[in-house]
Nanobody, 114 residues
Framework: EVQLAESGGGLVQPGGSLRLSCTAT????????MSWVRQAPGKGVEWIST??????????TYAESVKGRFTISTDNGKNILYLQMNDLKPEDTAVYYC?????RGQGTQVIVSS
């Protein structure tokens, strides 16, 4: 059974940083495409970033809203997907989810506020 567990969210001031983690179990991690998405209060799901773990030469992709500030990466040996978030803005406030296909975890809340 595919299971995804996000962690690392919290309250941070504008300009601050957080690193989110997604621990994946129940499937062959490096044979899939993994993504991060987010959902802000009262809004729809927004795609953030994708990393194709099936192709070690593939470049990650990012939404324009986070490009240059967020970095997706993995620790394949531990089946963990990361999202390093720098220069956070109030508009980054959302629940963040990692996804594998149609599967996603329970999410982790990020609040950017002074």
């Amino acid at each position: 059974e595919v299971q995804l567990a996000e962690s690392g969210g919290g309250l941070v001031q504008p300009g601050g940083s957080l690193r989110l983690s997604c621990t994946a179990t129940g499937f062959t991690f490096n044979s899939h495409v993994m993504s991060w998405v987010r959902q802000a209060p009262g809004k729809g799901v927004e795609w953030i970033s994708t990393l194709n773990l099936r192709n070690s030469d593939a470049e990650p992709t990012y939404a324009e809203s986070v490009k240059g500030r967020f970095t997706i990466s993995t620790d394949n040996g531990k089946n963990i997907l990361y999202l390093q978030m720098n220069d956070l803005k109030p508009e980054d406030t959302a629940v963040y989810y990692c996804t594998q296909g149609l599967k996603r975890g329970q999410g982790t809340q990020v609040i950017v506020s002074s």
